[in-house]
């Protein structure tokens, strides 16, 4: 049976049995680091019974879980508890199956449906037992049977299993001592035919499996019931049938159960078979609880056949990968599943097909990616479909490269670039788009204090305007007057100072807008008195002329003769600026006297308290002290780099490249 070193590699036991009999004790394990034996979940979850040694005859050579171990091992069938390992372990033997669940856990949960389906696989593992393997069960009841992750009912409670020739008298005796008493004939020593024990345990099973439910719940079952306790339970061995003839009964060939063996024997049915069963499956599933179908056979229709299936990938698969939305556009394809059965059953299966190396499942599950993307969470997502995808580009194939990255692009909004691209990121774009101005000019309905009062609307001088507006109370203007409102930008000459001008001239004017701020610090408003000294700054700093300024402030004196302290705001600054820039303008014959290379200045009009700012930047070359070393007349003169006497006609700012006034 193995020793210590056959142990699991990664296997996690449950310290708490769920499952105590008189010959194991049940637990539930995981295997952490290993793939190849996956629950429904894909957890890797497995089952382990531990048995000790029993007393009794039939035990002399092997504990009862060493048989169970050894027939599991030697039999095989899809409807037989799955054999994963065995260990011996001190005195205790360890044996790993397929995740299961002992039927009485569930039974209650079960569906009327599911119990049928789940009787005819009890009956197929008989019949392959008695029919192919030659062997008789002796124990058959609801403590030998055990449900997989996805509601599968299989047979286990292998431990009395033994050749049908070998079936005698003493044996069942020796075993009838934990046999279930309800499947054991009471007149089972006077018979002599003792190969037809299993028929009556299975008609005591039936009995227990449907002990409450109603005859009409499914089809044909009153009168199965009735057949197992008059035929299967006969008092004559010899009147009770085969197994197989069982089968046939009307009990186990009912619509839903024809489906489900259907997908059972795929492989055996021919192509006209499949096309026509694939058409009409999806209407004939609308007739039952769309959960009893997800339990019993969404592993059949999502298995590697069906999904290969020409037919069933036009007309089953999209109605399987899709959960029902009540919300359907027009030429929609409807799901079967709502949104909770979908998540319970269908994805952990898709967990699974995620998982699978075969290029044609792979693209028919990226193609339906983006109706059932929405179902997974977050970490299933990034723990476990993304590497899957991120596998797939990796792929030779360019179609399903193609593919794949349709699918990652579909996991951007969700996991975000960073989770599904990697790597570092930098913005190489920018949004070109406009501002837009959501601010409205016009005051709101909620801004009039009385609505009943008609207010003319704002004209156009009004309104704020990126252009500066100067007002003339002259119902006449003069034509330089004209000229000033007409500019459409400044000019050249005294530009730089009529930025911060503007901005004053806004402040002062209290244009009612929502973009003038109140609390703006007017500092560069001026209130001064106006005397000659600050006369003689604003020319020296504007470069204005005196007879513009006399005639400006005459026409200020004249207008109010009351006038003595005037205020000299920014409006009035900035006339004056605006017409030395026009005076400056229009003595300007070329453009190219704008260069400072083609200036000419007049160094005679210079005024001697004008502050040069180059002063400190002209190159100081001091001249070296000569120190004259008397020579000998007689040597002859060497010509070196070191006698070098600088002349003193030689101009010392010649070398410094181009001439200021070229």
Same mark, same amino acid.
């Given at each position: 049976m193995g020793n210590e070193s056959s142990q699991l590699s990664g296997l996690e036991i449950e310290e708490k049995a769920?499952?105590?009999?008189?010959?194991?004790?049940?637990?539930?394990?995981?295997?952490?680091?290993?793939?190849?034996?996956?629950?429904?979940?894909?957890?890797?979850?497995?089952?382990?019974? /531990?048995?000790?040694?029993?007393?009794?005859?039939?035990?002399?050579?092997?504990?009862?879980?060493?048989?169970?171990?050894? *027939?599991?091992?030697?039999?095989?069938?899809?409807?037989?508890?799955?054999?994963?390992?065995?260990?011996?372990?001190?005195?205790?033997?360890?044996?790993?199956?397929?995740?299961?669940?002992?039927? =009485?856990?569930?039974?209650?949960?079960?569906?009327? $449906?599911?119990?049928?389906?789940?009787?005819?696989?009890?009956?197929?593992?008989?019949?392959?037992?008695?029919?192919?393997?030659?062997?008789?069960? *002796? *124990?058959?009841?609801? =403590?030998?049977?055990?449900?997989?992750?996805?509601?599968?009912?299989?047979?286990?409670?292998?431990?009395?299993?033994?050749?049908?020739?070998?079936?005698?008298?003493?044996? $069942?005796?020796?075993?009838?001592?934990?046999?279930?008493?309800?499947?054991? #004939?009471?007149?089972?020593?006077?018979?002599?035919?003792?190969?037809?024990?299993?028929?009556?345990?299975?008609?005591?099973?039936?009995?227990?499996?449907?002990? #409450?439910?109603?005859?009409?719940?499914?089809?044909? $079952?009153?009168?199965?019931? /009735?057949?197992?306790?008059?035929?299967?339970?006969?008092?004559?061995?010899?009147?009770?049938?085969?197994?197989?003839?069982?089968?046939?009964?009307?009990?186990?060939?009912h619509e839903f159960i024809t489906?489900? /063996?259907?997908?059972?024997? $795929?492989?055996?049915?021919?192509?006209?078979?499949?096309?026509?069963?694939? =058409?009409?499956?999806?209407d004939n599933l609308k007739c039952y609880d769309e959960e009893t179908v997800a339990k019993q056979l969404s592993g059949l229709l999502l298995s590697r056949l069906t999904m290969l299936d020409q037919t069933a990938q036009k007309d089953v698969i999209p109605f399987i990968l899709k959960p029902r939305n009540d919300r359907l556009t027009n030429g929609e394809i409807p799901g079967f599943f709502s949104l909770g059965v979908f998540k319970e059953h269908i994805k952990p299966r898709l967990m699974q097909l995620f998982g699978v190396r075969d290029s044609q499942i792979r693209m028919l599950l990226l193609k339906h990616f983006s109706k059932f993307v929405h179902v997974f969470s977050h970490d299933e997502l990034s723990q476990h479909i993304l590497p899957e995808l991120l596998l797939g580009i990796k792929d030779i194939d360019d179609n399903l490269v193609s593919s794949t990255l349709i699918c990652l692009s579909e996991l951007v909004p969700i996991l975000g670039a960073n989770t599904v691209i990697g790597g570092k990121r930098s913005k190489f774009f920018t949004d070109g788009r406009p501002n837009s101005k959501s601010k409205s000019i016009l005051p709101t309905v909620s801004q009039i204090p009385d609505c009943s009062v008609y207010i003319p609307p704002k004209s156009l001088r009004d309104l704020p305007c990126s252009e500066d507006i100067y007002v003339n109370d002259n119902n006449e203007l003069t034509a330089f007057e004209k000229t000033l409102t007409l500019n459409e930008r400044p000019s050249p000459v005294g530009g730089e100072s009529l930025d911060e001008i503007t901005a004053t001239e806004r402040s002062v004017k209290k244009i009612d807008s929502e973009e003038d701020w109140s609390d703006w610090d007017n500092s560069r408003q001026l209130t001064t008195i106006v005397t000659p000294a600050i006369l003689d700054d604003i020319i020296k700093e504007d470069h204005i002329h005196r007879d513009v300024i006399d005639d400006n402030l005459t026409q200020i004196f004249n207008a109010d003769p009351k006038i003595t302290d005037i205020n000299i705001i920014s409006d009035s600054r900035s006339i004056l600026l605006q017409k030395a820039a026009i005076e400056a303008k229009k003595n300007i014959v070329d453009i190219s006297e704008l260069d400072i290379k083609n200036q000419k200045y007049d160094n005679s009009k210079k005024s001697?308290?004008?502050f040069d700012f180059f002063a400190d930047m002209t190159p100081v070359i001091e001249k070296p002290t000569i120190v004259n070393i008397g020579q000998d007349n007689n040597t002859p003169h060497v010509s070196s780099k070191l006698n070098f006497v600088p002349d003193e006609s030689v101009d010392e700012n010649e070398g410094w490249g181009e001439g200021w006034n070229d």
């Open positions: 769920i499952e105590i009999t008189d010959f194991w004790c049940h637990y539930q394990a995981t295997i952490n680091d290993s793939c190849r034996y996956f629950s429904l979940k894909s957890d890797g979850s497995v089952s382990v019974f /531990k048995g000790e040694a029993a007393v009794g005859p039939l035990w002399a050579i092997s504990t009862p879980l060493e048989k169970f171990s050894n *027939n599991l091992l030697k039999y095989r069938h899809p409807c037989i508890v799955r054999y994963v390992s065995a260990w011996q372990q001190r005195s205790t033997l360890h044996l790993a199956t397929e995740y299961v669940q002992p039927l =009485s856990h569930v039974l209650r949960s079960q569906t009327p $449906l599911q119990r049928c389906i789940g009787l005819n696989n009890i009956l197929r593992a008989l019949v392959f037992l008695h029919e192919q393997a030659g062997m008789s069960h *002796n *124990n058959v009841s609801v =403590s030998a049977v055990y449900v997989t992750g996805d509601g599968q009912w299989k047979l286990g409670g292998l431990q009395y299993l033994c050749p049908v020739s070998e079936l005698t008298s003493a044996y $069942l005796k020796h075993a009838r001592i934990h046999r279930y008493d309800k499947a054991v #004939d009471p007149n089972e020593d006077s018979y002599e035919i003792t190969t037809k024990v299993d028929q009556y345990g299975f008609a005591a099973l039936v009995d227990d499996v449907y002990k #409450d439910s109603k005859d009409d719940e499914v089809p044909h $079952l009153k009168e199965f019931r /009735k057949y197992c306790r008059d035929i299967l339970q006969h008092q004559n061995p010899a009147n009770r049938p085969n197994l197989s003839e069982v089968l046939v009964h009307n009990f186990f060939n489906i489900y /063996k259907f997908l059972n024997f $795929l492989p055996l049915k021919t192509e006209e078979e499949r096309c026509q069963f694939f =058409s009409n499956i999806s001697g308290d004008e």
